[in-house]
């Protein structure tokens, strides 16, 4: 297969906004664009049985990506997994409590650091995962661009330490402290390794990569820049170095201030924005970099309205100087009502 993204400029319209462009319609879709919230997804969910075996079974997982695609025709799809599936595929035992969220076995020391399986021993589990993408690419609408993704290392490891989700990560934050150097051992396994998930959801078909650091807000100071900044930076140069022209999508969540020069730090094509930053602000410090992404509310899917539509056409109005992806500030909730989603595509696309 011949790689033409040096040499042709690109026609899907994702793809355009990453390159640089400001188009009159921003490009759209949604975090968690698959999921609770559609009917649909229930039931694939329901005949895959549990969470994991949906994310494991290519067929399904492929088909829950589709869905969206289908029903709203989006600019682009997400593929269907999870940011924790590379910790299991280091050997950390992760399973989801039904309504509870992720449960994972903790990696607190060094020894269980060290105990981790290597980078290139993580394709045996998530070879699946490369096969819901190469189905996906097979059968995505043409003018539909396939975003892979996986976690940053600071917040996949936030949920190794802890085991679980917290409000604060504090346990995270207590093994840096009490180890800095050990931790910082986790972070690079973590980097190395999802290096290599990466390239290899590249090779299957993604054609956009995006990289979530969901509880970047808590880290300030030197530990955003060792532990946000640099493994981001890391990966994106490897993904490049293997893939040229690869388009990569950083979301540094509650980045705050630390969103100024982000683009730039790490080599991101763009920055997505969660919605604790109003788009104006954005626009004036965060897109005179380049493209970014983002960043309604999700709560106006849940109520609509008017406040729906004003929200989303002043989201759309002040990015409209540069390259905007229109999308959400985190992910769409199972709250929210499917049609309010075709109201918001409506204050888009007109
Ligand atoms: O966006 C998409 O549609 C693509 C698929 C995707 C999922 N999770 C599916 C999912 C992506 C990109 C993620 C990323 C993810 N997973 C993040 C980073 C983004 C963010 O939300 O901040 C994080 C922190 C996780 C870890 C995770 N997975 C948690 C904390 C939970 C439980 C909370 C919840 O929303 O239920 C999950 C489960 C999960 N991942 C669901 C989905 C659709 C819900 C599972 C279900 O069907 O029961």
Request: include cysteine; glycine fraction near 8%; charged fraction near 20%.
């Amino acid at each position: 297969m011949t790689d033409t993204r040096q040499t042709e400029a690109p026609t899907k319209t994702i793809l355009r906004a990453l390159n640089g462009e400001r188009q009159a319609v921003p490009p759209v879709w949604m975090m968690r664009q698959a999921g609770r919230y559609l009917p649909e997804y229930r039931a694939t969910r329901a005949q895959a049985g549990d969470f994991l075996s949906l994310c494991y079974t290519p067929e399904l997982a492929a088909e829950v990506t589709l869905q969206p695609i289908r029903r709203y025709g989006f600019d682009a799809a997400i593929l269907f997994a999870d940011i924790l599936l590379i910790g299991q595929a280091m050997g950390t035992k992760l399973w989801f409590a039904e309504g509870e969220g992720p449960r994972m076995e903790t990696v607190t020391d060094r020894e269980a650091v060290a105990a981790l399986k290597p980078a290139e021993a993580i394709h045996e589990t998530l070879s699946p995962i490369y096969e819901t993408v190469r189905i996906l690419s097979r059968e995505l609408p043409r003018e539909t661009a396939l975003i892979g993704f996986a976690g940053a290392p600071w917040t996949v490891a936030t949920y190794m330490v802890a085991g679980r989700g917290t409000p604060d990560q504090g346990p995270a934050h207590a093994f840096k402290q009490r180890d800095r150097e050990g931790f910082a051992q986790l972070i690079d396994r973590l980097t190395a390794a999802t290096i290599e998930y990466l390239s290899e959801q590249v090779n299957a078909g993604a054609e956009v990569i995006k990289i979530f650091d969901s509880w970047a807000g808590s880290l300030k100071g030197a530990d955003f820049d060792d532990f946000a900044l640099k493994p981001t930076a890391t990966i994106i140069a490897a993904l490049k170095a293997r893939h040229p022209g690869l388009p990569i999508i950083a979301f540094p969540r509650e980045a705050g201030d630390r969103y100024v020069g982000f683009a730039r730090a790490t080599g991101a094509d763009c920055v997505a924005l969660d919605n604790s930053v109003s788009a104006e602000w954005a626009a004036a410090h965060v897109q005179i970099d380049g493209c970014v992404q983002g960043n309604l509310a999700p709560h106006h899917l849940v109520e609509g309205g008017a406040a729906l539509v004003r929200e989303t056409k002043r989201i759309v109005q002040a990015f409209s100087g540069g390259a905007h992806i229109f999308n959400l500030g985190h992910g769409i909730t199972p709250q929210a009502d499917p049609e309010n989603v075709h109201r918001m595509l409506e204050a888009i696309r007109g």
